[in-house]
T-cell receptor
Framework: DTGVSQDPRHKITKRGQNVTFRCDPISEHNRLYWYRQTLGQGPEFLTYFQNEAQLEKSRLLSDRFSAERPKGSFSTLEIQRTEQGDSAMYLC????????????FGPGTRLTVT | AQKVTQAQTEISVVEKEDVTLDCVYETRDTTYYLFWYKQPPSGELVFLIRRNSFDEQNEISGRYSWNFQKSTSSFNFTITASQVVDSAVYFCALSEAYAGGTSYGKLTFGQGTILTVHP
């Protein structure tokens, strides 16, 4: 059983460009979460999917952010018109409902906006 | 709103010393879960333990032990006989229990404690 994978691992982009990240959860995990972690801080929740339905979004998720999970498998997180403040590690996690509350995290995508 | 506080920003110990990482939480929920995660230099968060708010039994797993005290809203983590490989950032986290559609298990993390174990 492979773990959560994320692609790319690192992304450097210029301010104003759009970026898209991908997360492949552990197979059969129908819960998927996105978090953002800035330097020296703990991860902060961004959004949650149960299968293909996006059921919760944080206030941190501005209009420039959009996430999808087509067919309830992999998920993508897109940031439009990136800003320097978007520089962070973007983490994806998955868990198996309803009996398991542990979330298993991927290695993250580190975004640097120049 | 939920909140997790890890007052110790950094801890430095010498190998074989015991070390305790503090975690204090706030929640209005009566049912919740507490977690500890480890983030080594590679960056990937590694799940260590989950505790149910109804279970205050202390738990020991090898060199790791956890002390959950509901009365003081604390969930402290002790590493006995620390090793260099224990060097990492440790996060305490809290989530609401799944409540039939009103809670989705999102984690609220503390700021993390950087543990450095010197040889």
């Amino acid at each position: 059983d492979t773990g959560v994978s994320q692609d790319p691992r690192h992304k450097i982009t210029k301010r104003g460009q759009n970026v898209t990240f991908r997360c492949d959860p552990i197979s059969e995990h129908n819960r998927l979460y996105w978090y953002r972690q800035t330097l020296g801080q703990g991860p902060e929740f961004l959004t949650y999917f149960q299968n293909e339905a996006q059921l919760e979004k944080s206030r941190l998720l501005s209009d420039r952010f959009s996430a999808e999970r087509p067919k309830g498998s992999f998920s993508t997180l897109e940031i439009q018109r990136t800003e320097q403040g978007d520089s962070a590690m973007y983490l994806c996690a998955s868990s198996l409902r309803p009996d398991s509350y542990e979330q298993y995290f991927g290695p993250g995508t580190r975004l640097t906006v120049t | 709103a939920q909140k997790v506080t890890q007052a110790q920003t950094e801890i430095s110990v010498v190998e074989k010393e015991d070390v305790t990482l503090d975690c204090v939480y706030e929640t209005r929920d009566t049912t919740y879960y507490l977690f500890w995660y480890k983030q080594p230099p590679s960056g990937e968060l590694v799940f260590l333990i989950r505790r149910n708010s109804f279970d205050e039994q202390n738990e020991i797993s090898g060199r790791y032990s956890w002390n959950f005290q509901k009365s003081t809203s604390s969930f402290n983590f002790t590493i006995t006989a620390s090793q260099v490989v224990d060097s990492a950032v440790y996060f305490c986290a809290l989530s609401e229990a799944y409540a039939g559609g009103t809670s989705y298990g999102k984690l609220t993390f503390g700021q993390g404690t950087i543990l450095t174990v010197h040889p």
